[in-house]
């Protein structure tokens, strides 16, 4: 019998999901309220907090961001239990690699300063003391096992074939090169966004390739082709035969070298620093933007309560909508109508994190427990341990109690069907099963499991997505209307979301302005 409970956390798509479905009456004629505002930002992820912020500092006083939920932040999300924060979805981000980042970072507090060598240095309270990773294999964890300085070594403390450590080198040694490479017009091979990188054809070729074909070309076996798997859908939301070699390549060499930066609750702190830095006093939570139209030189959004289900119309200067695109195309009929559909062709991956509540912290046979400890279960890839980087990790009582992050991307493995239609016990029950498999015993101490379910957590980039025209023109300013969320640069993470934001924010200083606004944040590679 189940001796733990819990519940399953889903973000609010009930509106969103009657607007996809034409069942959603929005009324034909509603008068404004309120003022004119400078800018209204729709989104309080990370994309959006970032547009607000940065709208504010190019000298728009009137700015109002809109968020759906009850919190900000979107899945940089955290909650509290068993005496620590935790994560809900994401993670960590690592040491800034070009000169937006290096800015940012230094803006929020993360980069204290630089060093000689242009190095970025990191708040060491924000680097966490490791041990940072462990990988279960036959029923025994062994430390490392992923990238670290020495590759070769790492691998040949495990317990694997002469071949699967020949291959997991390569393929590690493959994303080191990659990070490192040039085209054959002096830029970098890879960049983010996308647009900042080379050019050079043979690069860019590999944007018509799936990174499942890559590994088959590079004659690698089952082992290292489960963890390209892996990787695809634990970074990309999807599975090595639908994400593109360039996607799958540059996402992950770029996220290569350099600190891990992160506390418990995940990147939650970062989206704190950001709403902060854009004013709390700006942020309106629990209204759902249904329509985004232009008026001339301004532009009408109209927003529901959910729980009222008032609608309302506000109206601003500009928009920066900072919303995936399959639920802007939604919002925005303009889109459609200027022929702007390409939103219908664009694939998210789902995501399930279950968050444990345990009341003693495991201890693992073969290594000590580690903040990531990969395990492949029937769903999950492994689990994080929330209080990682804290002064309770530091202390290591064993017998603390705590909360096991447990990572289950749903690519090859569920459908977002079943997230929609499963309940949480049966998700509950797979995910206890999987944390059982890794750490035998720990059933008896678990005591709840909430499952935090993700339906769009990542944009795919599937073949020709990041390189080709439908990403661009989609993203492209619409009359008053500026687009942001990470999906504007092909890929999920922290960092793009910023950078959308960011440009999106630039795209409508200039509408207001009708110039080109002064740069808070240079040029990448200047």
Known sequence: ARRFDGE???E???????????????????APEGPLHDAIVLGGGVSGLMAAWELARGGLPDVLLYEKEDYIGGNARKEHANGTDYTCATWSVVRPKDAFLTRLYQDLGVV????????PKIDPALVGPGPEANTLIDGTWYSGGFLG??????????????KDRRDATEFYT??????????????????????????????????????????????????????????????????????????FLSFNSLGQGGEDITLPGGNAWLAERLAARAGRDRIRTGFVAVRVENRGEEV???????????????????????????????????????????????????LLMGTASVRKTPKLKGAPI????????????????????????????????NVLCLWAPLAGRATRADLVSEPWSHWADLLADDLEAAVPGISSDLTRLDVYAWGHHMVIPFPGFLTGEARRNLTRPLGRIA????????????????????????????????KPAVLSYPPAGR
């Not at 020495?150 to 403390?157: H, P």
Request: with cysteine.
């Open 149 to 162: 300085e020495d590759v070769a070594a790492s691998y040949a403390r495990l317990p694997l074939s002469a």
């Open 483 to 514: 687009f942001a969320h990470s999906d504007r640069n092909g890929m999920p993470s922290f960092e793009l979301a910023t950078r959308a934001g960011y440009d999106a924010a630039r795209e409508a200083l200039e509408m207001v302005r009708g």
């Open 174 to 247: 493959d994303l080191k090169t990659w990070a490192e490479k040039k085209g054959r017009d002096g830029r970098p091979a890879f960049a983010m966004p996308v647009e900042d990188g080379s050019r050079d054809p043979d690069i860019l070729d590999l944007d018509r390739i799936t990174m499942l074909e890559y590994a088959q070309r590079k004659g690698w076996g089952p082992r290292t082709f489960a963890e390209v798997e892996d990787w695809s859908s634990s970074d990309i939301g999807g599975q090595a035969a639908e994400v593109s070699a360039y996607g």
């Open 8 to 10: 399953i956390i889903e």
């Open 300 to 350: 009408r959004v109209t927003l529901i309560d959910p729980l009222t289900e008032r609608f309302t119309v506000r109206r601003a200067r500009c928009a920066v909508i900072a919303c995936p695109k399959h639920i802007t195309g939604r919002m925005v009929p303009e889109l459609a109508a200027a022929g702007r559909n390409e939103y219908l062709a664009y694939r998210y991956g789902a």
């Open 12 to 30: 609010s798509y009930g509106i969103a999901h009657r607007l996809r479905d034409g069942t959603l009456e929005i009324p034909a004629s509603l």
């Open 370 to 401: 580690a903040w990531f400890n990969a395990a492949r279960g029937r769903l999950i890839q492994g689990f994080l341990v929330a209080d990682y980087n804290s002064d309770r990790w530091r202390r290591g009582d064993p017998d603390r109690p």
């Open 112 to 119: 204290k300063k630089i060093a000689g060598d242009g190095t």
